[in-house]
């Protein structure tokens, strides 16, 4: 028996280290102590009901993404017709959200057909239409099954991109997924400013560079919505002194010389002014084609476009290589700060809408935390009390792996980076339950065999044997069942199975392994005749 304690003493005191380490650090006082330098950096994360949050429920524009695309194939079709002597006018997308251009001689309709089919087979054509002037008019479409592709792969990229931007932004648990009828949910633990939640959040991030339309009429533009073929009227925000914000009109030409995918990296710097702003570096190839833009393009301006807003329009000075790019404006250090995170983040792949933002109170998750705790605090002591005045010794051995099952539980919350919430509190207090079960099964058995006239030592070494197998088949079930729980569950669901195999995993270690080492401890030092208090 002593040889067998040499090994499972040191296991059970690195456990409880191990634990304590991860489990100290959630008390401030601990981790902001010189001890708390030697502790991992993680802490006991507390749920959007416990700590106070911010939910929002958002709606993906998913046809706004099919509209960029299809525009952008348009573009494409443009340009492979050119190549192939095919004369198309402007492809667009129409209010159906339909690809429409025009053929201008009827006779190539053969040949564009044959290109449509060879380069574009995602597309097929939806009708066609003969106008006048011997014109065809085509309106086009993606197949449907590409369609539901689209539609997915979009859903998963703003579910992805939400997720790296709130990572990025340093929130701990944040809860982001997918819901139906093109909704994501989103829920930020221990944020207590919505409006810059929404703004981090719901920022499309398109970035584009255009040129300025340096022979466009501004004010034709504003007032007679007159403006030169293939350009478009904009507007630059900028922010003055006194806060106030003015928009200056710009006409920018339609085509986008560089969109913002090439971007690999972005933060915040400061000028010579130390006004804050974001500086941009690009992969190889956007670094190639900013190079190739500026050096045919010195002397004009170009202007950098976010979510159809200009914020800059530099002159061009000379041909910039080496893949950076900066945007300026009016910025304060946190909205440079914000902007550098959607941008590293990437673009969402559609507008993103508002549909409920719900603040939860940190008063009423502290009112929850007191409920729970007095509740935990006299529900324990009345279970304590009644296993010493029933049990004894033994009573006192099980509170005691007891209370290092909670110490348990909670470090590996803390560890894993899980969140606690109001059903894992439940679940924690269930496994509190099925932990004295586990006990009083062993203790019974004990007692049983002691009946039986088995000395000390033979009627524990009797009572696990014959009490292991049965905890163990019903701890089993109950760990599939919250592994299945956890699988198909959500947010709160979720919580609770992991609480709950936490707890039945720390169940077992503390009552079949850490009791009998216990045990075998008393029983070594004592006389083999020596009672059992049980």
Request: hydrophobic share 45%; net charge negative; no cysteine.
């Amino acid at each position: 028996m002593k040889a067998n304690l040499r090994w499972k003493i040191p296991i059970i005191l690195l456990v409880l280290l191990v634990s304590l380490a991860f489990f100290l650090p959630t008390f401030s006082k601990v981790k902001d102590s010189r001890i708390g330098e030697y502790l991992p950096d993680r802490q006991l994360n507390l749920g959007l009901d416990l700590q106070g949050g911010i939910h929002l429920l958002l709606n993906v524009e998913v046809e706004k993404a099919m509209e960029r695309s299809l525009s952008q194939a348009g573009l494409d079709i443009r340009d492979d017709a050119r190549e192939n002597q095919i004369h198309v006018l402007r492809p667009s997308v129409n209010e159906d959200t339909k690809l429409e251009f025009t053929l201008l001689r009827s006779e190539q309709q053969g040949e564009l057909e044959q290109l449509l089919s060879d380069r574009h087979p995602n597309l097929q054509i939806v009708d066609t239409e003969a106008l006048e002037d011997d014109r065809i008019r085509y309106i086009m479409d993606y197949v449907p099954e590409l369609k539901d592709e689209m539609h997915e792969m979009t859903m998963d990229q703003a579910v992805k991109t939400i997720r790296n931007r709130i990572d990025q932004f340093g929130l701990a648990e944040p809860d982001i997924r997918k819901q139906e009828e093109n909704r994501v949910q989103v829920q930020l633990p221990g944020m207590d400013d919505p409006d810059r939640a929404i703004e981090i959040v719901g920022q499309t991030a398109h970035l584009e560079f255009k040129l300025v339309d340096e022979d466009a009429d501004v004010r034709r533009a504003e007032e007679d919505g007159v403006v030169p073929p293939g350009s478009r009227l904009y507007y630059q925000v900028t922010e003055g002194p006194d806060d106030t914000e003015s928009k200056q009109p710009i006409v920018l030409k339609d085509d986008t010389l560089m969109s913002g995918e090439h971007i690999t990296n972005a933060h915040t710097a400061f000028d010579e002014r130390n006004n804050p702003y974001v500086s941009l570096t690009f992969d190889s190839r956007g670094a190639s084609i900013f190079e190739r833009i500026t050096g045919e393009n010195i002397q004009e301006r170009l202007a950098i476009v976010l979510d159809g807003e200009v914020y800059s329009t530099p002159v061009i000075q000379e041909r910039i290589s080496g893949g950076r790019a900066s945007i300026t404006g009016q910025f304060t250090v946190q909205e440079a700060h914000d902007l550098s995170v959607v941008l590293r983040a990437g673009a969402l792949p559609a507008p993103v809408h508002i549909m409920e933002e719900r603040t939860v109170g940190p008063s009423l998750g502290q009112e929850s935390i007191e409920r729970g705790v007095n509740s935990a605090l006299i529900g324990g002591a009345l279970v304590v009390a009644f296993i010493i005045f029933y049990y004894g010794f033994a009573g006192v051995v099980a509170n005691t792996v007891l209370a290092l099952n909670i110490i348990l539980i909670l470090a590996g919350l803390a560890g894993f980076g899980a969140t606690l919430t109001l059903p894992g509190i439940a679940g924690i207090i269930l496994t509190i339950g099925i932990a004295v079960d586990a006990n009083v099964l062993i203790f019974e058995r004990i007692r049983e065999e002691l009946r039986r006239g088995l000395s000390p030592r033979a009627a524990v070494q009797e009572g696990y044997n014959r009490a292991t197998l049965t905890i163990l088949d019903a701890n089993v079930t109950t760990v599939i069942a919250a592994m299945i729980l956890y699988q198909f569950g959500t947010g709160p669901v979720r919580g609770f199975a992991v609480t709950l195999t936490l707890g039945i995993l720390a169940s077992m270690f503390t009552a079949i392994f850490v009791s009998r080492v216990i045990f075998d401890i008393w029983i070594a030092s004592r006389k083999p005749q020596t009672a059992l208090n049980i």
